[in-house]
């Protein structure tokens, strides 16, 4: 089964605006990744927040972790519309030497208009 | 360049017909994996491995085998392809855990018809 569920499945929003990503997971992690993906293309990996980490930057990406919620968010700021894409999180999970596990979300669909 | 490169990028099989997806990788990565991709359905785990001569099974392992003899080199084996084998295969490495994400290869479509 899946571990992680991203939400909402898809957003279309304007150039220039705030594309905020929700991802869910289920049991302990190591860490959590989101990655993105242009059509048929594969995987980009974005960023990476540790269990110990609340909160990363990269460029006008925002990644927050709430352990006790077991929540991720990813905040794409002054998007473009290269920013078209599909975007997944990722876990590896908090279980000794299953830390290669990492396990993906269905994704979500991101529509940027210009 | 440096990266994961897979082979075939498209390929048709016949049912019964068995192949392997070739992976390399030449950035010294321990951490190799196998995904498929459908439809509605993200991407999920086949087989993994955590170095030469590890590999272990994912979410979806059954109708699959995996190797891995060398640290670049990670192929996947379909052994009596089926229908429901058709998708889009991701090969992956990575240095592991936390020093950083996951490379994929630019994937291969097969069709089992």
């Known amino acids: 089964s899946q571990q992680g569920e991203e939400d909402p499945q898809a957003l279309s929003i304007q150039e220039g605006e705030n594309a905020t990503m929700n991802c869910s997971y289920k049991t302990s992690i190591n860490n959590l990744q989101w990655y993105r993906q242009n059509s048929g293309r594969g995987l980009v990996h974005l960023i990476l927040i540790r269990s110990n980490e609340r909160e990363k930057h990269s460029g006008r990406l925002r990644v927050t972790l709430d352990t006790s919620k077991k929540s991720s968010s990813l905040l794409i700021t002054a998007s473009r519309a290269a920013d078209t894409a599909s975007y997944f999180c990722?876990?590896?999970?908090?279980?000794?030497?299953?830390?290669?596990?990492?396990?993906f979300g269905k994704g979500i669909t991101l529509s940027v208009r210009p | 360049n440096a990266g994961v490169t897979q082979t075939p990028k498209f390929q048709v099989l016949k049912t019964g017909q068995s192949m392997t997806l070739q992976c390399a990788q030449d950035?010294?990565?321990?951490?190799m994996s196998w995904y498929r991709q459908d439809p509605g359905m993200g991407l999920r785990l086949i087989h993994y491995?955590?170095?030469?001569?590890?590999?272990d099974q994912g979410e979806v392992p059954n109708g699959y085998n995996v190797s891995r003899s060398t640290t670049e080199d990670f192929p996947l084996r379909l052994l009596s392809a089926a229908p429901s084998q058709t998708s889009v295969y991701f090969c992956?490495?990575?240095?592991?855990?936390?020093?950083?994400?996951?490379?994929f290869g630019s994937g291969t479509r097969l069709t089992v018809v």
């Open positions: 990722a876990t590896e999970p908090l279980i000794t030497g299953a830390n290669s596990k990492l396990t």
């Open positions: 992956a490495s990575s240095y592991g855990g936390r020093v950083g994400g996951y490379t």
């Open positions: 950035m010294n990565h321990e951490y």
């Open positions: 491995s955590v170095g030469a001569g590890i590999t």
